[in-house]
């Protein structure tokens, strides 16, 4: 598959001074499904509208489909957004909408027809051609601005927090659609959102951002699975992170106790974060295992039970299908695999 | 409800005693003689002066359309300003108002007379003197001047309300410039070039200072006779009350027509 967006060395400073990214290099290849995940004010957005082209980077390059495209406007580049907030015209209906960037085009009204009514047929919103944008439901605008987008045929889609006004019923709804409408067109997708539930499910490859800075590229099972640092790994599903460090390969030390793991190539006892998922805590009798607690709270899930553990130096969280009851000692234990260790960060 | 009702006694007495009632009046007075008997010669009369009227609506024509080409983009670029900078921006624009308009006037009295201070600076470089005041250009440019913030005004607080990603979208979707302008900044602020059309016409097509302080006699207004009428040595309140219903119906039509152009939900005047 061939890069069909590249980003070289991106650093975009803002007026006051204050450096939003900080040399971002980025490969998306062409119909991939790429979501950039990061909390607010990480850059995931500058990013997104360097490749649209509202913003200029203060240095490095953009290249699309080989080509360098920094310095050209948005209209003369060949991707479409879909806006956090839809923005969609409120002096024109549902149809001249998704028309809109036709007419621009001059495109013949026989085409327009055409282009509009698979648009609305993809989209669901047959017989709302006439309706006014201001009289339509939070999803509905959605529709119609993923519409207004792809009816001109862009190679790369590029969606800003798109689902984020939504309920959450209608963004699991949304979801989905959109991660068919990207398969069905074989179209390349960026998508940009703070949710990290969102970004799993739907990508084909996520980036996870921070302060400006790229933490991570890979699929979403490599994310969660082996995130490469604390940040990563707090900010995709709940972690517990604490500190240890390695007296040699496969043997890490942390709340003073010695565990198993599979990681090696640290320096001899090279201080670290040691990170486990909660579903990934095994709950024992306090008798002779190697870690206790005392049971905080127990909180109902649904598919488990969400414990809060005291530990000597940490509180634990556990999820677990069967409740301990509060005050209870309780025994924890890990398998080795599911021990990550990840080298302190310098930046997050 | 009933009780909110009862707030808005006093303002229905009000409209009543000093809107309502003047309009009958005047109505009566159009078609009253002036022993009280009913005639339409008054109306009739204001015929002869067709061509004030022409000149009225002309003048004021061109003084609002100068407007509009100069307050479009002045209200944009204030919209799309910081907003602290926004707010000292109409804050310059309104500044001239803060004076008294008779003053005004009278300043453009003194900078466009035949020896006034544009003419003595052009004659120190060897040019003129010109004749400024006293011409249908010298009313035009009083009443762009005095009534420009009315332009502007309207416009900027209609253009502050676009989204800016509004105009990001259009961009996105392939407008240049021009295209950004014309297909959705236009239409988005059409509310307000119609009220602000309004806001300059209306009171353009009826001054009477303006055209007697800067237009001499040769540029007598639709304002300058009404005012003779009841003030001046050719006293008739009859004719005056006859001229002043037919300029009302006048800008009634003409505010009717502009309204067309609005969108239905977004009707201002």
Request: net charge negative.
């Given at each position: 598959m061939e890069n069909i967006v590249s980003l070289k060395n991106l650093v975009v400073d803002f007026?006051?001074?204050?450096?939003?990214?900080?040399?971002i290099s980025l490969d998306i290849k062409d119909k991939e499904f790429v979501t950039f995940l990061g909390p607010s004010g990480c850059g995931k957005t500058t990013t997104l509208r360097i490749i649209a082209g509202f913003l200029e980077p203060t240095s490095g390059d953009v290249f699309f489909d080989g080509k360098r495209?920094?310095?050209?406007p948005p209209h003369k580049r060949n991707v479409n957004t879909v806006f956090q907030r839809y923005a969609l015209f409120p002096h024109l209906n549902v149809y001249e909408n998704i028309a809109f960037g036709l007419r621009v085009k001059n495109v013949s009204e026989k085409e327009i027809v055409k282009r509009v009514g698979e648009m609305l047929e993809l989209v669901n919103l047959k017989g709302f051609e006439k309706r006014s944008v201001n009289r339509l439901s939070g999803g509905q605008q959605q529709r119609v601005a993923i519409a207004r987008a792809l009816v001109n045929h862009p190679k790369v889609l590029l969606l800003d927090e798109p689902l984020g006004a939504l309920d959450l019923k209608l963004r699991k709804e949304m979801q989905t659609e959109l991660r068919k409408i990207q398969q069905a067109l074989e179209l390349t997708f960026v998508y940009v959102t703070h949710d990290q539930e969102e970004a799993l499910t739907m990508s084909d490859t996520v980036v996870v951002m921070n302060n400006g800075i790229i933490q991570q590229i890979g699929s979403p099972t490599d994310i969660y699975n082996e995130p490469v640092n604390a940040f990563v790994a707090d900010f995709i599903g709940e972690s517990n992170i604490v500190n240890g460090c390695m007296p040699e390969d496969c043997v890490v030390e942390f709340t003073g106790r010695r565990f198993k793991c599979v990681d090696k190539g640290f320096d001899p006892n090279e201080t670290v974060d040691v990170v486990i998922r909660p579903e990934d805590v095994k709950v024992v009798s306090a008798e002779g295992a190697k870690l206790t607690g005392i049971v905080e709270s127990v909180v109902f899930k649904g598919v488990h039970y969400e414990m809060t553990v005291d530990g000597v130096d940490h509180k634990w969280i556990i999820h677990s299908t069967k409740a301990e009851p509060v005050g209870a000692m309780i025994g924890m234990d890990f398998d080795p695999f599911d021990i990550h260790i990840m080298k302190i960060s310098e930046e997050q | 409800m009933k009780q909110l009702k009862v707030l808005s006694v006093p303002y229905l007495v009000w409209m009543v005693i000093f809107i309502l009632v003047p309009i009958i009046m005047v109505a009566f007075f159009a078609f009253t003689n002036e022993d009280g008997s009913f005639t339409i010669k008054h109306i009739s009369d204001v015929g002869q002066y067709a061509n004030i009227f022409v000149h009225s609506i002309w003048l004021a024509l061109i003084a609002t359309v100068i407007c509009l080409v100069l307050a479009y983009p002045i209200a944009f670029i204030i919209s799309r300003m910081e907003k602290h900078r926004q707010g000292t921006m109409m804050m310059i624009v309104m500044l001239p108002m803060w004076m008294n308009f008779l003053l005004r006037t009278y300043a453009w009295m003194t900078l466009l007379g035949n020896n006034g201070i544009i003419n003595h600076l052009l004659g120190m470089v060897g040019l003129g003197p010109y004749k400024l005041i006293n011409t249908s250009g010298a009313v035009v440019l009083g009443m762009v001047y005095n009534y420009l913030p009315f332009m502007i005004l309207p416009l900027y607080s209609v253009m502050a309300k676009i989204d800016k990603s509004v105009i990001e979208a259009s961009r996105d979707l392939g407008c240049n410039s021009v295209n950004v302008l014309f297909r959705v900044i236009v239409p988005l602020s059409l509310p307000g070039i119609t009220s602000g059309i309004t806001m300059v016409f209306v009171p353009a097509i009826s001054t009477f200072i303006i055209s007697r302080m800067l237009g001499g006699?040769?540029?007598?207004?639709i304002g300058d006779l009404i005012e003779m009428q009841f003030l001046g040595n050719s006293y008739n309140p009859h004719l005056g009350a006859a001229i002043s219903l037919v300029l009302m119906v006048i800008i009634l039509v003409i505010m009717t027509v502009m309204n067309q152009f609005s969108p239905d939900d977004q009707v201002l005047i």
């Open positions: 007026e006051d001074g204050e450096r939003i990214l900080k040399n495209i920094n310095g050209l | 006699g040769s540029n007598l207004l």
